[in-house]
């Protein structure tokens, strides 16, 4: 099955062809662009190189959030526009799942017998604070999923791997370009910061995750795949924002009224 | 001895009179020079000021001592104008905001707000900024610009008084 797969929801744009598990060409770019002028020609330079053309695809994949709002919206439209009205299903994976992935892969090649199973934590900034995380551990080279996809504070996390029983004591192999970032405020000595090539969603073992979706059955319509944003609760917004004070009314000069913090 | 983008409080960075809009501009661009300059300055300004105050002439003079030659356009219905530009080699974006039709996170969050890099790899200049107050980076410019009041001393030449400061909550 040929899988054309795709991510934008962070920093890096990037696009894999795979015949199955067989990567036939991949490229990526970071270099501070916007994803709409980038991703269409590195899909185009993938297609090219590995020598199929998009009426030849079985499976089109992007993941699907969570992640940058307009990153996101960039990698599902892509995907939308490249299958509509082909009739080819497509496949939205989650970037923390793609990440995971590849961890996965990596740690259940090193590991050690009589060791506690690493847990994988990958981990994309959702900025105001926090990352947009969840949990797994390595179940013969892939990853299973512990936790649902969140936005979270560092201080939750940290909590959720000191204090829940389940996690206490295991290593943690981290992933993801937040986990430089989380790492001073998570249980010391227990996490492993990524290699570089890790710290980015691989295009790769985003293809592997829809492949496995769609043997789930879990592939869909061009028109039925949708982006996740993983907003922030409802509940946490109203705490951040009375945190910062109910305001005081005040009327601007189009006669509307407007709400400012008391600063 | 801190900078004066570095203390606490409220410390003014530099107060004018502009009489035309050439004044109102030039201020624009001597904000986006100490910006650009300095390092520990924070880079995200909310400019205040009531309709036809002349936000939009300092944003083109900021935009443009950033910019260079690049055409400023009002962000009234686009929400945020993007600018990418080069500063001493870096990249940057220089993002202008028109919050004035923003309500709520989720509109703010829907414009893209939150993918604008954070400190020095982006200047964000946000007009109507009271409409995102829940959003605003504690260490932040306010530029504000209200008429000369009456009661200035006399010789005061009539016009817009503009007033930067640095706030660091």
Known sequence: MTVLACDSCSGTASAALCDGSRLISEASVTNGNTHTETLMPLIETVLRTGGVSVSEIDLFACTSGPGSFTGVRIGVATVKGLALGRGVPCAGVSSLEALAYAAAAEAAASAAAGCLPPLILPLLDARRGQFYTALFEPDGGLPLRLTDDEALDIGKISSMLAEDGRYAGRPVLLCGDGAAAALPGLPAGRCVMPPPHRSFISPYYVAQAALAAHSRGQSVTDAALLPSYLRIPQAERDRLEKLKGPGTAGTNTEGTTSTEANK | ?169
């Not at chain 2, 502009?18 to 100490?34: I, P």
């Not at chain 2, 939009?56 to 945020?80: D, E, K, M, Q």
């Open chain 2, 1 to 169: 001895m801190p900078s004066a983008a570095e203390m606490s409080g409220t410390v003014t960075l530099f107060e004018t009179v502009s009489e035309n809009v050439r004044d109102t501009g030039l201020a624009g661009a001597k904000l986006a020079g100490m910006i650009r300059d300095d390092p520990s300055m924070p880079s995200f300004v909310c400019l205040r000021g009531d309709l036809g105050a002349g936000k939009t002439v300092f944003a083109r003079g900021f935009i443009g001592a950033l910019c260079p030659g690049v055409r400023v356009r009002s962000p009234s219905y686009t929400l945020i104008n993007e600018y990418p530009c080069r500063i001493g080699g870096r990249r940057i974006r220089v993002c202008h905001m028109d919050a004035y039709r923003i309500n709520g996170y989720d509109d703010l969050f829907s414009t893209g707000f939150y993918d604008i890099p954070e400190g020095r790899d982006s200047a964000v200049l946000c007009e109507w900024p009271e409409k995102i107050y829940f959003a605003l980076p504690e260490r932040r410019i306010e530029a504000v610009i209200s008429p000369v009041p009456a009661d200035a001393p006399a010789g005061t030449p009539e016009g817009r008084k503009i007033t930067v400061s640095v706030v660091n909550e």
